[in-house]
């Protein structure tokens, strides 16, 4: 496997902002391996646009390297900087990527993106505005180099009404702007028939990011015509990740059996998604 830390920054990033990559390697030598490219998940940890989550990066990279696709942690700027800095470091992720497609044999047409609350707004954020001029403008790039397959999305923060928003976010997102900008990004609103399809899961107890989010965004997809799959669990507080003992917090917390099935389950969807 390779591992390599690039860094994806931007005018404004912070000087961290970087792309985590392991790459699996995929030998060419007519006896080892008939898969010759491989799908990438290129993984926003949470972390309340405030730090980006160790157990929502590395751990989830490490089960997809399982399911025998790359994967790619990107540690995206956080507050004080702001929107659209993150959104742009995600653009410049898939633009590390495409240089080094094939040295890493990376399949450019099945690159899913997948985010956890917060860094699930930034994945969502970009499945809405990855064909959009504010994105594409900076980057000198061209819409179909951008274009994900997915979005998996694991307990996101979608809306900015008060209600439902996970406020210390969008605050740590917007700044000053929010009030300009709370519209904008608020997920919900923003989906068009150019959104990829999406998985998603949540639960009913979370009370961080309350579980309307997942529901306004499923309904907001449905109206558009965009394929989604939605699945909510009765039980479970919010920042699960896999919701193994893999991830276990040092006070005990951050284990929810029957949550963790929800990694099997994207399993069975990226497996129909790349078909």
């Known amino acids: 496997m390779i591992y390599r830390?690039?860094?994806?920054?931007?005018?404004?990033?912070?000087?961290?902002?970087?792309?985590?990559?392991?790459i699996l390697d995929t030998p060419h030598d007519g006896r080892s391996l008939k898969i010759e490219k491989r799908p990438l998940i290129l993984i926003c940890p949470g972390g309340g646009y405030e730090r980006t989550s160790y157990r929502e990066g590395e751990p989830t990279a490490?089960?997809?390297?399982?399911q025998g696709y790359h994967a790619c942690v990107l540690r995206y700027s956080t507050a004080p900087v702001r929107f659209p800095v993150p959104l742009?470091?995600?653009?410049k992720a898939f633009g590390v990527i495409r240089e080094h497609r094939e040295e890493?044999?990376?399949?450019?047409?099945?690159?899913?993106?997948?985010?956890?609350?917060?860094?699930g707004h930034l994945a969502a954020c970009y499945g809405a505005f990855w064909n959009e001029d504010f994105l594409l403008v900076p980057l000198g790039v061209r819409s179909e180099e951008r274009?994900?397959?997915g979005i998996m999305l694991s307990y996101p923060v979608i809306t900015s009404d008060p209600a439902y928003a996970h406020m210390g976010s969008f605050e740590n997102l917007l700044g000053e702007d929010y009030e300009a900008q709370a519209e904008k990004v608020s997920i919900e609103k923003q989906v068009t028939e150019t959104m990829p399809p999406c998985f998603i899961w949540h639960t009913m107890e979370d009370d961080t990011v309350p579980v309307e989010n997942s529901l306004m965004l499923t309904s907001a997809l449905r109206k558009a015509g965009i394929p989604a799959e939605l699945h909510i669990f009765p039980e479970g507080e919010h920042g699960l990740s896999l919701a193994s003992p893999i991830v276990e917090r040092a006070n005990g917390a951050g284990v929810q059996k029957e949550c963790a099935q929800w990694a099997?389950?994207?399993?069975?969807?990226?497996?129909?998604?790349?078909?």
Do not use: C, K, T
Request: charged share 20%.
């Open 5 to 22: 830390e690039i860094s994806v920054q931007v005018p404004g990033s912070a000087d961290d902002a970087r792309l985590q990559a392991y």
């Open 62 to 66: 490490m089960h997809f390297l399982n």
């Open 88 to 91: 742009l470091e995600v653009g």
């Open 104 to 119: 890493w044999n990376v399949d450019m047409d099945r690159i899913v993106v997948q985010g956890s609350s917060a860094g």
């Open 147 to 149: 274009r994900p397959r």
């Open 264 to 275: 099997s389950l994207a399993d069975a969807w990226l497996l129909r998604l790349f078909a």
